[in-house]
């Protein structure tokens, strides 16, 4: 049976990189994959005694096997088509001119709003005729209640105003009024590996500015463990996608573009704006 409505787990990584920044990164699965795939994910924690939150600040050399034997758990079901991940980041070598004051203030939201819109190329979908329904979970925000509201009011109203969400090659995506909000990030193992995700591709993009100790000429520990499992999460990547290079965004044909299990986009300014 085809799927009617999905979940969108997103989060955002690292706003100032050496070489990319504003790291935004999404799941999106299907509504009735959700409680199959979490139970899963954490009976693997168990397994593996991870039993605190999962993060790839805590990546060290006592948890790097473990988080390496998660994140491949995880990929089992990118591998399948339970979940499509998809990342977004700016280079730094295209930073946005002419920007109003309205930009700088609100450059973490406008950038959030654009990779929800875009990211998952809904209007490239095969689902079939018909309605198809979207939720949006994000990682805790920052901001005042009303800067919330305002954002998830502006998310819904990509109903009917975006080329993603009138139409797709068969169907239409809604997000209904209820279905934005925030989620725990510690009561979510499919945001927790994201978080992994996220964290791997942006040391891996800016891994040349690796900390080295001023007085030994080495990497930390925690950087050497950092620096493997970013690899470890690099090999799983093109296992699916073998011409995956991290820094470069190839054209994607079309009728690829919703069904690719793993993409990233680079977010570049428009007429000197985001």
């Known amino acids: 049976m085809t799927p009617r409505e999905f979940i969108l787990i997103a989060d955002e990584s690292t706003q100032k990189g050496p070489r990319y920044s504003n790291f935004f990164g999404g799941l999106l699965i ?37 988080y390496i034997q998660l994140v491949s758990f995880f990929f089992n079901f990118v591998r399948s088509g339970d979940v499509k991940v998809r ?24 950038l959030y709003y654009q ?3 875009h990211a998952f190329d809904y209007r490239y979908s095969d689902l079939g005729p018909g309605r198809i329904y979207l939720q949006i979970r994000l990682d805790n925000l920052p ?4 800067q919330k509201q305002e954002f998830f009011a502006s998310l819904y109203a990509l109903n009917g105003h975006s080329k993603e969400f009138l139409t797709s090659n068969d169907g239409e995506f809604h997000i209904r009024t209820d279905a934005i909000g925030e ?21 891996r993009l800016n891994r040349g500015y690796a900390t080295v100790d001023p007085v030994t000429r080495k990497m930390a520990s925690k950087t050497i463990a950092k620096d493997k499992l970013s690899t470890q999460v690099l090999n799983l990547v093109r296992g699916i996608v073998p ?23 680079i977010s570049r300014p428009l007429n000197g704006q985001f």
């Open 87 to 110: 990342i977004m980041f700016t280079p730094n070598s295209l930073l946005p001119r002419k920007l109003s004051k309205h930009h700088r203030a609100n450059k973490y939201s406008l």
């Open 115 to 117: 990779f929800i819109e």
């Open 143 to 146: 901001g005042t209640p009303s």
């Open 30 to 66: 299907s509504s009735d994959r959700v409680e199959p795939v979490s139970s899963a994910l954490a009976e693997e924690k168990l397994r593996l005694n991870l039993r605190n939150e999962v993060k790839w600040k805590k990546t060290s050399r006592n948890y790097l096997e473990k």
């Open 183 to 203: 989620i725990d990030s510690r009561e979510s193992d499919l945001l927790q590996c994201l978080d992994v995700l996220l964290g791997a591709m942006q040391f």
């Open 243 to 265: 011409d995956f290079q991290p820094g470069l965004i190839p054209w994607v044909h079309p009728d690829l573009r919703w069904k690719t299990p793993c993409r990233h986009r």
